[in-house]
């Protein structure tokens, strides 16, 4: 790992910006809400979150009574930290590093979570092993991951040339399996179940989101009223949660490989199923 593959002053100001169509816009809003009610339900301590951005999801944890950390090796990303946990009049303990050499000590954290990043990191394995060092022996690793193999992105690939050909595409849509230039590898459900390696157990994993970014889904939505467009979206996200295979983004939760299976006490899809 070198540091010219790391990016130290990361900025998404061109992330979600011009014309987001309603598909998009749901999935960043129900991953946000999947992540948060994932960690929420685990017994309540020290969170650190890891590749934080703007920190949303810390604020509202922190809010929870979270005693809540924040990482990122972008000196930018950390200043909007500080400023949507001051609007909030949250407490946010900010850290500049990165995740592939977290400075916290052995156990020392209660849950480590991920969101839309690991597949932003120069190494991913190092960081699930940080992860599983920092965390306590009870402690848990939620990681939320875009799918490019999911059920828009394979239905994509088949429809491009018909798209392409017909102009059905909108202009705010774009080949969703095509994997963006910042992203250090493809994200998909084979690779979420392998993340582990020796030191974390896959848990419980679900999906969020079906179909984001398929070619005339969006359009359809916005052309549709907006209570029956709320519907469509609510119902493809209920069938990916127990399909993460299928589905636009996956949540997967991780306990030490040390530690004796128990019950979960998160909702999602236990790891025997999800194994399936």
């Known amino acids: 790992m070198t540091i010219h593959q790391i990016d130290t002053d990361y900025q998404f100001d061109h992330v979600m910006t011009g014309d987001i169509l309603p598909d998009l816009d749901f999935l960043w ?3 946000t809400d999947a992540t948060v009610a994932t960690v929420a339900g685990l017994p ?27 990482v990122d090796p972008s000196a930018h990303m950390l200043g909007m930290s500080q400023m949507t946990g001051d609007d909030a009049r949250a407490s946010i303990k900010l850290v500049r590093a990165i995740g592939e050499r977290l400075p916290f000590a052995d156990g020392s954290l209660d849950v480590v979570y991920c969101q839309a990043a690991l597949d932003h ?35 994509g690939r ?18 969703c399996w095509n994997i963006p230039p910042d992203h250090t590898f493809k994200g998909d459900w084979p690779l979420v179940k392998t993340l582990g390696g020796d030191s974390l157990v896959l848990e419980e994993a679900y999906g969020v989101a079906l179909l984001t970014m398929l070619y005339g889904w969006g359009h359809l939505l916005r052309l549709l009223p907006q209570s029956i ?3 469509l979206l609510h119902t493809a996200d209920r069938i990916a949660y127990s399909r993460p295979a299928l589905s636009d983004v996956i949540v997967s939760v991780w306990r030490p490989a040390s530690q004796p299976e128990v019950a979960v006490s998160a909702s999602g899809v236990s790891a025997s199923v999800a194994a399936s």
């Open 29 to 31: 809003n129900r991953m």
């Open 44 to 70: 309540k301590g020290r969170v650190l979150d890891v590749g934080s951005g703007a920190s949303k999801e810390l604020v509202r944890l922190a809010g929870m009574g979270w005693e809540a950390w924040a």
């Open 121 to 155: 990191f120069a190494d991913r394995h190092a960081f699930m092993r940080e992860a599983a060092r920092v965390i306590k022996t009870t402690g848990r690793v939620v990681i939320s991951l875009n799918n490019f193999e999911g059920l828009a992105c394979k239905l």
């Open 158 to 175: 088949t429809l491009h040339p018909l798209a392409k050909a017909t102009r059905l595409h909108h202009c705010a849509e774009w080949p």
């Open 229 to 231: 467009a709320a519907r």
